[in-house]
């Protein structure tokens, strides 16, 4: 639009509280020369306007959150906070000031200030909040118990006697309230808005801050019910957001009761009608006329009596939403056009005109709107085609006037000009003079028409572009927040389950399987998903193998591998079932136990695209000391579950498991022959004759009876004490579902390498270690011919006893009398034992000869075997 040029001029100053008034609760209006203000305080002003003197001063009980004029009779309302609606007689007033200055003397000033008392309160109700006068009613809002009501009251008529004000009808509405309100207070920030719009034929109908639309844009916003029955619109804007409209005819019929009766309207069928919603506060509702009549056609046409009706209806949200509404006339038929608009707000406060414009106040400048399309447009053509449609955007224009916190149009304004009175934040009145002079038209040359459309289809062309590219930042982004929000759901299931099973779990067991013809130990991770959350695509699951360092092997450190499964989709109530090889086939060697850690993964990046590689974009999402962060702050990482792996679950058994006494099985003799060539054709150095005929390793450990029976519950069973250790020592074991059969108490089973291992359980009596007689026992003797396997066995069966001794040791139970004297003997033995094994290894490697190398080491293991099989048993 045009530049407005305008002229400012300064009024009067009033007194403000410090920082300055707050928007909302000013109110500035304009009756022929007198302007009535208020400040959000307690003050209401009256001020003459051509004399330019302050005529009177009124104070009131409380803070003034609105004022209100009947012209006639000349009153005033005054809405005050948590009071009611108070009624000052203007001209009783003037009479009084009169009075006052009857002795002659000219003033300069108001004679006083008029307190406003309580006679003078017409509606005596602490939650009112807003109100507008309507020819002879009085219409309020009130919010109580988070429900807004609407009360329509009667002005009294002056042959009336009796209660002056009656009220008529009630409507109930249910719009929800700004944050930070209380449900019985109004809210403390933002006050609803109302004003009234009539039709055409309403003749005699006067009201405050009310428009006159025309007959189509009536019957499309209201219904045709409303424009037949003329009835004038009361419309209501919420601090929520909420544009309603309730006809007044629905309030004013009159009730069936006495004249004291109110009816509420509410139900069964309220008039409600809810127009459009801005979800923000609404701070202004108006109406503009944005087609201009032809000149030809005001010649031709005689124009209508009276004012002619506004086009264009608009509402205006508090952060700078804006709404218009207008009709449009087609060939087929009026429809309704409804088009938003963003302004830059904070929006304090706005007024219309009797033009296509709109003036609004933000913070730092009052700018104008024209919704006239038509107004732009050089070709008479382009302004018949542009007819009812609403401009596309707005092009605000500065008057450069700042911190204005309530506007309103002057009634003197002449032909052609606008005046708008404005009340600054600090207290100033000023009165800012508008004109808008006509452009003339200015010809254009082919060539210069020619670089204007080349120079726009360029324009669109990068509009285009840019539009695309912001298209595909944005869809990229939901997506990005939809993975997000998913991601953060998950994790607060995960984090937030500390007792009891996880929603999401990953169960770890072990298994033999034939892989490449050749049977090998795997471990299967089954991922079960009882969430009400869906694991997408970006998800990994990590699987990491832990091995332990070798206490048999020198200078060996932890070994850890990492296997990565994708999750492409698991459903809630799904699982998924993945297999990895632990035996010759995988990339690492098998050294147990394992300790095997499952976890969750999900990449950031994947989130933010390929085309993020700094590391700071990941920083915006969490903070440096979140728990989801991974380790390399590229993800978020999960866990789910931890569990050791050992040698007792990685056994393999037969069909049948062995007696105690049973053969080996059959060497292969293809594999005998073979190996018997090799020795005789290619002798190992330094391996004297019966060096590989060594008896098995063997370790032994004792357990009470009591501790066992207690632990493992078989009191009331017929199982004998042997067979239930056996069957307890191999339950994590898949394989030995045989045992559970069948009494058996002696197993041999196959490593994961081909070596064998053997288990024997037997009961024992310990009968040196109480004075109370013999200690029933239960032994497990571990064999195997490999010292590294009966090691690993050792470590399995430890592991499950001290996790037994602990839970019953929680239990409090206590141990029988021992003899000390005969523990202190066996004590001294193996310190004895410990300082000889040490002596040996401490000695200089043997010479040349193989023989005392090989004493030396059988003495060794002769000592070993004597520590591993103490005289002790664990009660």
Known sequence: MAQVGHRVDYLAGFCCPVGGLAAGKPRVLCHENEIYLSNGSEFVYVYDQEGKVLKAVFRCPDQVWHVELLPQPRQLYILCAHSGIYCVSLEQQSRLMEQTDGDGQESNGPSGVFPVDADSCIFPDASLSMFTLLSTFVITLSQAEGKWWMRLHELPRPEQDGPPYRQVSQVEFCPGSPPGDGEDTPPSCFLPVLCCAAAPGAEGLWCSGGFVLEEPLFSLLFGIDAAMLESPMILCGFPDGQLCSVPLKALSSSPSATDSGCRDVSTPDPPVKILHHLEEPIVFIGALRTERRAADDAEEDEPPPGEPGCDCVVAVGHYGKMVAVKADQREEATVPELREYSLRGPILCAACGSGSRMYYSTHSDISA??????????????TESSTGVLPPVLSPASLSICSVVALSLSSRASEGESELLALSAKGSLVSCGLCSPEEPDVELTPAEIGRRIKELLSGIGNTSERVSFLKKAVDQRNRALASLNQVMNVSAALLSSHEGPKPIACTVTANWSCLLLQDTVTISCLLENCSEYSLEEGWTLCVQLLASPCALEEESVDSATTFTFPIDQLLPGNKRELTLPLGPTADTKLDLPLTISCALYYSLRDILGSGSDSSEDLDDFLPDDSPLLSPDREGICLPLSQCTIDMLQCLRFGSSPP???????????????LKVSQEQTEPE??????????????????????????????????VPLSCATLRWLLAENPGAEALSSAEVASVC??????????????????????????????????????????CRTHHAVIRRIQALVLEQAAQGSGPPDLRMQYLRQIQANHEMLLKEAQTLRDQPPPGEEGAEGAATAEKLLNIYRQLRNPSLVLL
Do not use: C, W, Y
């Not at 390498?753 to 003797?781: F, K, T, Y």
């Open 369 to 382: 709107v024209d919704l006239d399309r038509a107004g732009d447009a050089s070709d008479p053509e382009d």
């Open 659 to 673: 007696g105690p006494d049973a053969p080996p099985a059959p060497p292969d003799p293809v594999e005998t022959f």
């Open 685 to 718: 150095e330094g391996k004297t004759p019966g060096e590989g005929k060594l008896p098995p390793s063997a370790a032994s450990i004792r357990v009470s009876s009591e501790l066992l029976k207690s632990a493992l519950k078989t009191s009331g069973t017929d």
């Open 749 to 790: 089973g196959t490593a994961p390498d081909g070596g064998h291992v053997q288990l024997l359980v037997r009961e024992v009596a310990m009968n040196d270690l109480s004075p109370a007689g013999p200690i029933q026992a239960v032994e497990i003797l571990m064999e195997s011919p490999s010292l590294a396997h009966m």
